[in-house]
């Protein structure tokens, strides 16, 4: 049930504390990613503040094949050429001048063929080196505090609304305020008490700013564009008898 090794950045020292080291600085952490079953399906993971992969226009050729053999309408002359055998254009000439005149459809300066933008508003895809995001974040100065937008990435691939989030080793309670804040139900556990302390108070900043929304907006729209609202409570127990 492997399904990825995700490499996620840093951060990075840019000074040497002496003349020599005994290692190199850890560029990069590892998380390993498994599925409950062979058939598990996932979210592809995408860069939202990328729209279009390299920062580069999506283009693409404005032929299609004509599998139903009529469409008529879309077989036309277009930049002095007519579709290749087979296939038409993929809209009717009047949408396509609108097009031209929108920028979105223009002849390729090297075949001198229809392209037309293709537009991409859910961000470019991310594959399994995640470098446009940092492994750790130091908001609640706790170490190994790992960032939100980590998080963020991790729970909306694999979750819905209303899932449930298992965090066994929650630290400074980032999974379950990224949690909270997505809509998703969620459990923390921890032996540390300054784990316990951190997360509690985190949450109730998080659960208060939510509560003041909820009163203002009368629902809070959930980051993945649901209006449920989430619940704004949580309960602590202590399950084993630790001597913290």
């Not at 995001?133 to 729970?155: F, Q």
């Not at 309670?173 to 985190?202: E, M, P």
């Not at 009368?218 to 993945?224: D, E, R």
Request: charged residues 25%.
């Amino acid at each position: 049930n492997f399904r990825n090794e995700i490499v996620v950045k840093r951060v990075q020292k840019n000074f040497a504390e002496g003349e020599f080291i005994r290692s190199m600085n850890n560029a990069y952490d590892t998380i390993f990613l498994y599925s409950k079953n062979p058939a598990s399906k996932f979210l592809p993971p995408r860069d939202l503040e990328a729209k279009n992969g390299n920062g580069e226009e999506n283009w693409h050729g404005f032929d299609a094949p004509n599998w139903s053999g009529g469409r008529p309408n879309l077989y036309y002359e277009l930049f002095g050429v007519y579709p290749p055998a087979g296939n038409v254009w993929r809209w009717t000439k009047e949408r396509a001048i609108q097009a031209i005149k929108e920028g979105t459809l223009r002849k390729n300066t090297s075949s001198g063929k229809p392209e037309y933008l293709v537009q991409n508003d859910k961000g470019a895809m991310v594959n399994n080196l995640w470098a446009d995001i940092l492994a750790y974040s130091y908001k609640e100065d706790y170490p190994t505090e790992k960032s939100e937008k980590l998080l963020n990435r991790i729970i909306e691939i694999c979750t819905d609304y209303d899932s449930l989030v298992l965090d066994c080793f929650m630290g400074s309670g980032t999974t379950q305020a990224v949690a909270q804040k997505l809509g998703r139900k969620w459990i923390g556990v921890d032996i540390n008490k300054g784990s316990i302390q951190t997360t509690i108070k985190r949450l109730q900043k998080v659960i208060s700013e939510q509560s003041k929304d909820d009163k203002k907006n009368g629902k809070q729209k959930i980051l993945n564009g649901d209006n449920e609202k989430p619940c704004l409570s949580f309960a602590h127990y202590k399950v084993n008898d630790y001597d913290l």
